[in-house]
């Protein structure tokens, strides 16, 4: 069973950056596309940012120019940079494979990190 740790959240100022990694046990996660996750208090999780095996890479239109997904697969992990940070990124951050792939399944959810974004 793959297990995921999410690091880099915190209190940020509006305009600020933060960034964010996602270390995956096991040598699978080099072959697998991945993603990062949000969810804000009241609010269903989604998905924010998509990589491929390979690095291709797909945002939701609400971080599209802020934010960029990467991963080093030597390290088995997933990383986001977050720039030009508003309050509505507010919220708990995690990864997982790509749910727009079903065939993939989801692995076990990890804690998470929580960003918060305020003056």
């Known amino acids: 069973q793959v297990q995921l740790v999410e690091s880099g959240g915190g209190l940020v100022q509006p305009g600020g950056s933060l960034r964010l990694s996602c270390a995956a046990s096991g040598s699978i996660f080099r072959v697998v596309p991945m993603g990062w996750y949000r969810q804000a208090p009241g609010k269903q999780r989604e998905l924010v940012a998509r990589?491929?095996?390979?690095?291709?890479?797909n945002y939701a239109d609400s971080v599209k120019g802020r934010f960029t997904i990467s991963r080093d697969n030597g390290k088995n992990t997933v990383y986001l940079q977050m720039n030009s940070l508003k309050p509505e990124d507010t919220a708990h951050y995690y990864c997982n494979t790509d749910s727009r792939i079903p065939s993939l399944g989801l692995w076990t959810w990890g804690q998470g990190t929580q960003v918060t974004v305020s003056s």
């Open positions: 990589i491929s095996s390979s690095g291709t890479t």
